[in-house]
């Protein structure tokens, strides 16, 4: 017997015994290693971001952890966050410029090495495929072997920005390798995206030697959490310890992680 076909009847087997979705979610995750470890060997990073504090927030113990065992952590940061405020005081530019600040403060507590701004106006991110091709150029000049974004297919999401981020991202990491697409960069292959903000985790990091970390970096987007804090750090820590207990430890984050081959034209993406 040749040896697919012996793992073709394995299969079968499993299928009956188990159900087609428990059983292709086994073989998935055999064949593709990097979905229980998204990080081994990952030398750097590439986090986007709609507004400068959803990286903190969605993957900022992850992000730390990285940084702390030597992987570059660089931030893509879509819009100004020029309107994330309900002071209607406020000015636009003045608050883009605070958020810029209290993001670099955040980034040198997580262990960024560098912040991407593309300046879109906050609320106003457009879907087009100059966006996309703006975050590919960024994914071919850094070279990133993760990329991090807000999963664009959280059903609740009513942040058209984060949708937004989510997509281009994604679509950006699958055109990459693509030479006629913007030439004069060279391609280059992503191995695996990481959903943030996702309600569908398949990967949970142990981030007990970060949260609080985490928690100091947040801390630093006064502007946006500073009349929350005591509710924020509430809500973070039920959350974390909920992920944590799934995986045995204090605390941890939640990612939905797909690797490059999953995420265009493979259903199997729904069931891993
Ligand atoms: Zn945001």
Redesign the pocket.
């Known amino acids: 017997m040749r040896p697919e076909e012996s793992a073709a009847s394995t299969l079968r087997k499993r299928v009956v015994e188990a159900g087609l979705e428990q059983a292709l979610r086994e073989t998935v995750t055999k064949l593709f290693p990097e979905i229980s470890e998204p990080f081994e060997g990952v030398s750097k990073v590439l986090c986007v971001?709609?507004?400068p504090?959803?990286c903190d927030?969605g993957a900022g113990g992850t992000l730390a952890d990285l940084a702390g065992r030597g992987v570059e952590v660089v931030y893509l940061t879509m819009t100004d966050?020029s309107r994330?405020t309900t002071d209607p005081a406020m000015e636009q530019e003045r608050l883009a410029e605070i958020r810029r600040r209290e993001q670099e403060e955040a980034g040198r507590v997580i262990g960024v090495s560098r912040i991407l701004w593309l300046g879109y106006p906050d609320t106003l991110l457009p879907y087009t495929p100059e966006v996309r091709e703006r975050v590919l150029r960024v994914i071919r000049e850094e070279k990133p072997d993760v990329v991090f974004a807000?999963d664009p297919w959280l059903m609740y999401e009513a942040?058209p920005?984060?949708r937004v981020t989510g997509l281009v991202a994604s679509e950006a990491v699958m055109f990459s390798p693509l030479p006629l697409i913007a030439r004069e960069v060279h391609p280059h292959v992503v191995a695996v995206v990481a959903y943030y903000y996702t309600a569908r985790p398949n990967y949970f990091h142990d981030v007990s030697g970060t949260f609080n970390r985490k928690l100091e970096a947040l801390s630093r987007h006064k502007s946006q959490f500073e009349s929350v804090w005591p509710i924020v750090v509430e809500q973070l820590k039920v959350l974390a310890a909920a992920y944590g207990a799934v995986k045995g430890v204090e605390f941890a984050e939640a990612f939905r992680v797909l690797p490059f081959s999953l995420i265009h034209a493979v259903p199997l993406s729904e069931i891993v």
Do not use: E, F, I, K
Request: glycine residues 16%.
């Open positions: 971001q709609p507004h504090d959803d927030l966050g994330g807000p942040h920005d984060h």
